[in-house]
T-cell receptor
């Protein structure tokens, strides 16, 4: 079974600063990787996903992530954050479950953007 | 499209009481899921369904039951609530289980006293 490690539980940054949220997964032959965002008191919504092809994936709200197979990482980045980016971010990997697949989530990283 | 809706939004139960959480989706998705979210634990899969009339256990199924009588609805039941079931419950649906994104509902905050 896959596991996902988000290396930082909390990341405080100032507005307009760059940010990187780190995610590592356990190795597998092929993986599908996802980043979800959860704004306060809301459900999760997809930021971006890596299925195949280019290792640099662009998502919504100016976020991007880089898939690194050798380091089994899928770090999320944004060059300049806004107050509205304050949220919890979850990295997830598609993991086989019998004949189906499930998402295995990391424990989340709380991004707090301060003015 | 309403997407994925959940009822109720909040609920307080006493230990031993029962309740059912309702999830509905209008995207004609085959796959539906129930998760619980606890602080510092991320999301953990309780049960899932790959189509109408089918259900299967996830990572943490004990104490919960589910039913999928209609394609658009996925019910989560607690027969005898325990304080350990205090959590935020999310329902999700997807077109496929592997590469397609899951769409999440707004959540139900359940407190068991």
């Amino acid at each position: 079974a896959q596991s996902v490690t988000q290396l930082d539980s909390q990341v405080p940054v100032f507005e307009e600063a760059p940010v990187e949220l780190r995610c590592n997964y356990s190795s597998s032959v092929s993986v599908y990787l996802f980043w979800y965002v959860q704004y306060p008191n809301q459900g999760l919504q997809l930021l971006l996903k890596y299925l195949s092809g280019s290792t640099l994936v662009k998502g919504i709200n100016g976020f991007e992530a880089e898939f690194n197979k050798s380091q089994t990482s899928f770090h999320l980045r944004k060059p300049s954050v806004h107050i509205s980016d304050t949220a919890e971010y979850f990295c997830a990997v598609s993991d086989r479950m019998g004949s189906n697949y499930k998402l295995t989530f990391g424990k989340g990283t709380l991004l707090t953007v301060n003015p | 499209n309403a997407g994925v809706t959940q009822t109720p939004k909040f609920r307080v139960l006493k230990t031993g009481q029962s309740m059912t959480l309702l999830c509905a989706q209008d995207m004609n998705h085959e796959y539906m899921y129930w998760y619980r979210q606890d602080p510092g634990m991320g999301l953990r899969l309780i049960h899932y369904s790959v189509g109408e009339g089918t259900t299967a256990k996830g990572e943490v199924p004990d104490g919960y039951n589910v039913s999928r009588l209609k394609k658009q609805n996925f019910l989560l039941g607690l027969e005898s609530a325990a304080p350990s079931q205090t959590s935020v419950y999310f329902c999700a649906s997807s077109y496929d289980s592997h590469s397609y994104e899951q769409y999440f509902g707004p959540g139900t905050r359940l407190t068991v006293t």
